[in-house]
Structures are given as structure tokens and as C-alpha cells.
């Protein structure tokens, strides 16, 4: 993964708003037609729902593939959009706009990176997601109660 943590501030062609499949198929798009491309999701993986929610799912719905899991179709996805050497700020919250005087548009992080881009691509399907937490039982988060099961492995042969 192309990645430069180290630097704070970021001029491209492209900032796209969400690694989840429509996000990481922009970024291999926008590589192709060679626009440089930062991506910059709340999220600390990429792949967004499909990754975080549906690892294990199989995905019947995407075009030339008859069947897929969740997972597989989010690394694919992953690995194509790297084709082009995108900079991905993962764990990032796209939080401030601003259009600068030479029309250049201006995101900042809630890290603190500055992204200086001539367009923006927001692709973050239904944004930041958070369970919708039962009414009882929070002292059980985290030792018992899951909100999300990203490998049923885990609980094989076990009491659930």
C-alpha cells in the first residue's frame, strides 16, 4: 500500500472520499486515466461495508463473477486500485472543506493531513457505520455480546 504518513500535506488530481468497492474501483479508474488520487476513509481497512460487515458473505451481484466472498472481492478491489500507486489515509475522517482562491478545493483530516485536490469523488455509501446497540447487556460488549462477526470461524464449535 502506497502510503506517506510522514507527510501532512497532499496535492492530487483526485481525493475520493470512501474505500469501500466503489472507492477502490475509482482510484484504479482515475490511475488508469492518470490522475494522481489520495483516498481517505474513516474506516481502518479498506473495503468498507462489504470487508467490515459481509467478510464471509458470498456476493452474487457483481458483473462477469458468479459468485465471490465479501473479503475476496474487497482484497481484489484493493489490489487493483494499488495499480496506480494511490496514497491511502485509512483511519481518516474527511473532516473540513474549503475552496481556495485559485479554485483548488481543500480537505483536511481530523489527523491533521491536508489534501489540495482539483475535484473530489465522495463514494461513502452510508458514511460511518455503528451498531445499534441493545437496550441491555453493554457489560457484556466485548466478552460475550458482538455486534460484528467478521470470521464465523472464531465460534466454531462453540455454545452461541
Known amino acids: 500500500m502506497h502510503s506517506v504518513e510522514s507527510l501532512q500535506e497532499h496535492d ?4 475520493i472520499v470512501g474505500a469501500g468497492p466503489a ?3 475509482a482510484a484504479y479508474y482515475a490511475g488508469f486515466r492518470a490522475l494522481s488520487v489520495v483516498i481517505v476513509d474513516s474506516l481502518t481497512e479498506p473495503g468498507g461495508q462489504l ?3 459481509y ?3 458470498m456476493i452474487y451481484d457483481v458483473g462477469g463473477i458468479p459468485s465471490i466472498l465479501g473479503r475476496e472481492l474487497a482484497a481484489d478491489l484493493f489490489r487493483q486500485a494499488q495499480t496506480y500507486n494511490p496514497t491511502f489515509l485509512l483511519g481518516h475522517g474527511a473532516d473540513q ?4 482562491d485559485d479554485g ?3 480537505v483536511t483530516t481530523d489527523h491533521g493531513h491536508t489534501i489540495h485536490a482539483k475535484a473530489i469523488l465522495v463514494t461513502a455509501g452510508i458514511g460511518i457505520f455503528t451498531p445499534r446497540r441493545l437496550p441491555v447487556g453493554q457489560e457484556y460488549e466485548g466478552i460475550g455480546v458482538r455486534y460484528f462477526v467478521p470470521d464465523p470461524g472464531a465460534l466454531r464449535d462453540k455454545r452461541v
Open 51 to 53: 470487508a467490515a460487515l
Open 12 to 15: 492530487v488530481d483526485l481525493l
Open 97 to 100: 472543506l474549503t475552496t481556495l
Open 104 to 106: 483548488t478545493l481543500q
Open 55 to 57: 467478510p464471509e458473505k
Open 23 to 25: 472507492g477502490l474501483y
